[in-house]
């Protein structure tokens, strides 16, 4: 069956059944915050309403989420603080239960990925510049820290962004080809993207590195659906980067770059967030500053180029984007604006409608989808 095939099968099956949406946020005075907690919602696939089932109370900042594969395990990282809690998914409606926190090693856990046997889960501690691996019980409560590993090599020239290193994201490597053990880590202090394989101690850990442009600030990675690519959302200087990868050795180069702006834009951003479509044909970038989604197409060869095209993110300060599984809707989580749009993207060009639906929730900044129950 061909890729795009495959790809409107599963997204008709997923869109007969609907989805739970898991939502993350901030919630202390620092950040502004106006998030109460960890949401649970029931997303209709075919109207695209949202409504909220529960909410998890008495967190602190639940922002990034990952759920397991059988989808009965959840964990949420406590950003800008040092730990990361365990759920279990309630098998009849979907609802959390928590199950045990643990510190994570450092500051300012950023991101969650579990390993490929869901053994263990490895998190980006942003601040202390360090990936962490904690186990994971039968029962899927989280051990203590097993693994520490820093991030080596030069900062950047960025005298505020990039003191240090700052890895902010550690996707496992996972498209149509097949799941690799290997994690993907853009590190914004460093101006590098480094792939990372976890060994049973930090002598048996492989580490490969790609160095990018200065003052790039690589932030987070998508990966394309059949090949060997990926692409990396480059904070600072707000551009994509497409690079090649080995599956085998871990290696990284770099195939080419695209601008996430209009060239007759001149004010403050940041990139965010990056997500590609289930097709293969476009790639979505958050702006912060300019507060729009990129939408930057993709051709048969997964070369990512211009023309680029912008849609407003209808909010301010879109941190996060990510697309319903089904692959119809682009959702944006307007942090500031504290509202999640949703938008249907035209079948034809996978650019965002004008209609959209705004789900209002206190400083979302992550969204995760299980199936519906």
Avoid at 166 to 173: E, G, L, Q
Avoid at 204 to 217: H, K, L, P, V
Avoid at 228 to 253: C, I, K, P
Wanted: hydrophobic share 40%; proline share 6%.
């Amino acid at each position: 069956m061909a890729l795009n095939e495959m790809t409107k099968d599963m997204s008709g099956m997923a869109a007969a059944r609907g989805w739970l949406a898991y939502v993350g946020c901030r919630t202390t005075v620092a950040r502004n915050a106006q998030g109460k907690g960890l949401s649970v919602y029931a997303v209709d696939a075919a109207s695209g309403a949202w409504q909220r089932k529960q909410v998890v109370e008495g967190l602190i900042n639940p922002s990034f989420l990952t759920l397991n594969r059988a989808q009965d395990r959840l964990y949420a990282v406590h950003g800008d603080f040092a730990e990361v809690s365990s759920f279990a998914v309630d098998a009849a409606d979907g609802t959390l239960r928590f199950l045990n926190r643990q510190p994570c090693g450092g500051i300012n856990p950023v991101h969650l990925e579990l390993s490929l046997d869901e053994r263990e889960l490895v998190i980006a501690n942003y601040a202390t510049g360090t990936l962490a691996v904690l186990g994971v019980g039968d029962d899927g409560a989280l051990g203590p820290v097993r693994q520490l590993v820093g991030m080596p090599g030069m900062p950047g020239p960025h005298r505020i962004e990039q003191g240090t290193a700052h890895p902010h994201h550690a996707p496992r490597f996972a498209n149509g080809g097949g799941a690799t053990a290997w994690h993907i880590v853009p590190d914004k202090g460093l101006d590098a993207v480094f792939a990372v394989r976890f060994g049973a101690s930090p002598a048996d850990t492989s580490i490969q590195r790609f160095q990018s442009r200065e003052s790039a600030g690589p932030r987070h990675v998508a990966f394309h659906p059949g090949a060997a690519l990926l692409y990396v959302a480059n904070e600072l200087d707000s551009t994509v980067t497409t690079l090649s990868f080995d599956a085998g050795t871990g290696s990284l180069a770099c195939v080419g770059h695209v601008s996430t702006l209009p060239p007759d834009y001149s004010g403050p951003n940041r990139v965010a967030g990056i997500v590609m479509h289930p097709s293969g044909r476009m790639l979505y970038v958050s702006n912060r500053g300019h507060d729009s989604v990129a939408c930057v197409p993709v051709d048969g060869h997964g070369n990512a180029s211009a023309p680029v095209a912008f849609a407003p993110a209808l909010g301010a300060f879109p941190r996060f984007i990510t697309l319903t599984p089904d692959g119809r809707r682009l959702l944006v989580a307007n942090e500031r604006s504290h509202a999640i749009v949703s938008r249907v993207l035209d079948a034809a060009t996978l650019l965002p409608r004008a209609e959209a639906t705004v789900i209002d929730t206190g400083s979302p900044v992550c969204v995760v989808f299980g199936d519906a129950r």
